[in-house]
């Protein structure tokens, strides 16, 4: 069974950085972070597949960076220049075949951790 955690959700200032942390238990294809606000669709944030490719979002592009620690079995989301657009529930999610920016194609996740931004 596959299961993910994450940690190191928060409140920050708007211009301020956090590092989202998601231990797992198997590292499969595809891993990502996605955000979800109240009465949206969860939106994907960024993934990277076994050969270290990565894909963002454009509202976070040159921000947020998704990095792996394979050793650790650790996926990681460093998030700077956080603005208050940027609050969300943030959710680790991996894969066995695909790797999309999708929601949907994901088949496990990780129960979030609340990020919020103050301006």
């Known amino acids: 069974q596959v299961q993910l955690v994450e940690s190191g959700g928060g409140s920050v200032q708007a211009g301020g950085s956090l590092r989202l942390s998601c231990g797992h238990t198997?590292?499969?294809?595809?891993m990502g972070w996605f955000r979800q606000v109240p009465g949206k669709e969860r939106e994907g944030v960024t993934v990277?597949?076994?050969?270290?490719?990565?894909r963002y979002a454009d509202s976070v592009k040159g921000r947020f960076t998704i990095s792996q620690d394979n050793a650790n079995n650790t996926l990681y989301l460093q998030m700077n220049s956080l603005k208050p657009e940027d609050t969300a529930m943030y959710y680790c999610?991996?894969?066995?075949?695909?790797?999309?920016?999708?929601?949907?194609?994901?088949?496990?996740w990780g129960q979030g951790t609340q990020v919020t931004v103050s301006s």
């Open positions: 999610a991996a894969d066995r075949f695909r790797c999309s920016m999708g929601a949907r194609n994901f088949e496990y």
């Open positions: 198997h590292r499969l294809y595809c």
């Open positions: 990277i597949d076994a050969s270290g490719s990565t």
